[in-house]
């Protein structure tokens, strides 16, 4: 990576870890129930006492402060007073000190150590936001009453389906007969960080197409008012954690009906071109973007919205800002698929946002909304103390955040004694407002030291790889001291750019674990800025270890190549499209004799489609009048029988740096080394006039993603319906050429540093070649990790060492090949760690480093022959030696294919 993205990844990824170890709950942020199952506290004691009431108790022994799973303290667990009847409500209440996603409820009966035999057959739970307003949950079928416990031992674990957000639960007990019941309890979940406490929209809407079953469009699981065809002051299916499918007819629940996952309107039944939507969140927020999951069935009539404009409300009793934040689209009518659409919000500080998604077709259809944001800085507070002394001043203190402005505006004359009384308390008074005063001038002082070390960990990453660090980790406490000079441990104060943090590891890091990969972690750190980086990467803040090491004692026992992070170009080229890995002595002092390939007629370029774009350059599909002729024999070009050849396009803006166009020189020359049968081909350039263009392969088959998400695995169903589908053996063949093409580039010490389907062309005969400028397609952009709004990382495809150490080698490049692999044999049907959010992929990196077996994979596709998946497995091994090479995966592919 370029020094500056670099180094804004590293400072974004110790927030990360940061942030991971100053949560105390061990839960995820996420709101995907698969993922967010993590015993809140009951059985531990992180829920207090006091935060567990109930409406009655049998004896002060069986009281609510007993109700925790797989305790037997006092008599065994809570139990309300006398005989439960079929009419009752007795309730255990549990308040989780903060809105929580509740995935999972665990309970058990009393045992009392084999003495007890009461327990709960039945049980209903109702939630609470602020514990006055209560709901009753109910399943997605609408049943209220949930099945627990046949015996007193065992513990009964139960999904909620749906999940619930709240902060406050009351687990009621059912009967059908008078009889005594005891339980023990766990509740399961994350933190809700998201804020949003309610949404508010129209009703969903009947689809009646001919020919289909009917879809029932509507929010069957909102919890809050529905009147007059309008939700409003509550939660349901737009923030279950479930993703729609690609077919909104199709259903990722169990005996529901068709359309069950989706919210979705009928363009004109609602008056207008819009549906207007309204959040209400728990208190101001600094809002990032929005993120809304999106049907795009475009030929069913249903398309993702075509622009959105946002009004923000710093309060709830405030008028609507007149300047909203308005956003477009861009539509896509070749790719059906279900989509994420992220909407800036320009951090905008609100309460509540009113959102107005514009149609595109007739049906509109969102299966999740959520937000990234941050709770906004606290008010201005001013404090004025006017000390009745003779001679002392007004003093006012102003604290905005952590900003602080100290005033004086004066002094006072001294009173006589004539005028005011002698007051025998008057000097104990006047020595604590002095004592105050020393008190707030300290705190004026830490403020304003804490705003001058941040902005030196700011530099850090650069000033870690000159000086001596010093790591000391107290076996006393649990403090850490970074001796770089002054670093403090604090990031508080520096923009949080993530939409959520997720917390993959409920534990800490075991020191003596810790202990065991220092030695293999200084293998792998080629400098003592990347050793002390990864290094805060993995380490708890429980750990007891003293380590010291100096930048001048490299340890270079690992052989790392030198094309390592310092040395490499820039990731994302001019034109939006990634730029090989090379050495840097291939690409210095580059003039126009470099350039090895012909001269095109600029005028037989006929623009056909806009690819994509970058900074200073754009991607254009074209076609080539001539070109063969042009060529001469011998060149890669399909046959087209006379008609204009399909070539890619990358052209310099008129506007772009000196720089960038010799970044763009550059990358000519690296392209015209490159001449292999599965690898793009750079045919000729047009740099003879503005604007720069070089001219390079295309496929008519378009790239590989797009065209596996759109068929299906060969058989006699697909043959009888004419559906476009793909064998296992033309999977097989498409592997083995991507690893002959990245066999290849090795060879040269190329490193393409965004492998992945996105990036390989296929022609009609299923020939692939390896392309590089899938990165400034939009189609592809949620792909792509943007850090702070400059480079952009395919971080769900990259090497654990590339997105913590920097490192881009041919060994990450057989990572990415894995991920690939994966892509090819679930057809692309969907992201890899789709469930993960961006964040989530960076914290399971830690994982892969930790390697203590809490590591995410990737699960086996069912396509995917077991030898071949076992193949994958060790191109993301952790140990980078250990990997496969590209030569070995190319022998390893190539007896499965039939020749």
Known sequence: LGSAAFSSLMVEVMIVHFLSYIHFLPGSDSSTAAHCRYPLGMEDGRIKDHDITASSQWYETTGPQYARLNREEGDGAWCPAGLLQPSDTQYLQVDLGQLTFLTVVGTQGRYARNSGKEFARMYRLNYSHDGQLWRSWKNRLGNKTMEANDNAYVSVIKDLHPPIISRYIRLIPVTKMPTTVCMRLELYGCPWHDGLTSYSSPEGQLMMPPGYPIASLNDSTYDGAHERRKLSGGLGQLTDGVTGQDDFLVTRQYHVWPGYDYVGWRNGSLGSGYVEMEFVFDKQRNFTSMKVHSNNMFYRGVKIFSSVSCSFKPRLIANWETEPVEF???????????????????????????????????????????????????????????????????????????????????????????????????????????????????????????????????????????????????????????????????????????????????????????????????????????????????????????????????????????????????????????????????????????????????HRLLFREKLGEGQFGEVHLCEAEGLPEFLGEGAPLPDRDGRPVLVAVKQLRADATNNARNDFLKEIKIMSRLNDPNIIQLLCVCVSSDPLCMVTEYMDNGDLNMFLSQREMESTLTHANNIPAVSLSDLLHMSVQISSGMRYLASLNFVHRDLATRNCLLDRRLTIKIADFGMSRNLYSSDYYRIQGRAVLPIRWMAWESILLGKFTTASDVWAFGVTLWEIFTLCKEQPYSLLSDEQVIENTGEFFRNQGRQIFLYAPLLCPPSLFELMMRCWDRDIADRPTFEGLYQALRPHVVQ
């Open 328 to 602: 477009r689209t861009v539509l896509d009518d070749r790719n059906p698929s279900a989509r994420y659409v992220t909407v800036p919000l320009g951090r905008r500080n609100a309460k509540a946002l009113r959102c107005r998604f514009h149609f595109a077709d007739v049906w509109m259809m969102f299966s999740e909304i959520s937000f990234q944001s941050a709770p906004c800085p606290p008010p201005t507070r001013l404090v004025t103390f006017q000390l009745p002394a003779s001679t002392l001043p007004i003093l006012t203190i102003t604290i905005n955040g952590e900003n602080a402005k100290l005033s004086v505006f004066g002094g006072m004359t001294t009173p006589s004694t004539k005028d005011q009384p002698d007051d025998g308390n008057t000097p104990i008074l006047i020595g604590c407002l002095v004592t105050i005063i020393l008190l707030l001038v300290v705190i004026i002082f830490l403020i304003l030291w804490c705003q001058y070390v941040c902005k030196v960990l700011e530099k850090a990453p650069r000033r870690i790889l000159e000086e001596e660090v010093t790591v000391r980790l107290s076996s006393s406490s649990d403090t850490i001291i970074l001796q770089t000079p002054p670093v403090p441990p604090r990031v508080s104060q520096m923009d949080h750019p993530y939409e959520r943090v997720f917390l993959l590891d409920p534990q800490y890091q075991d020191p003596a674990g810790l202990r065991n990969k220092l030695p293999e972690l200084s293998r792998s750190a080629e400098t003592s800025g990347e050793y002390l980086f990864a290094f805060l990467s993995s380490s708890p803040f429980s750990s007891h270890l003293h380590l010291s090491f100096n930048q001048r004692h490299h340890v270079t026992s690992y052989s790392v190549p030198h094309y390592a992070e310092t040395d490499i170009v820039s990731l994302q080229g001019v034109t939006g499209s990634n730029m090989y890995a090379v050495p840097a002595l291939t690409v210095d002092s580059l003039t126009r004799k470099d350039i090895s390939v012909a001269e095109f007629p600029r």
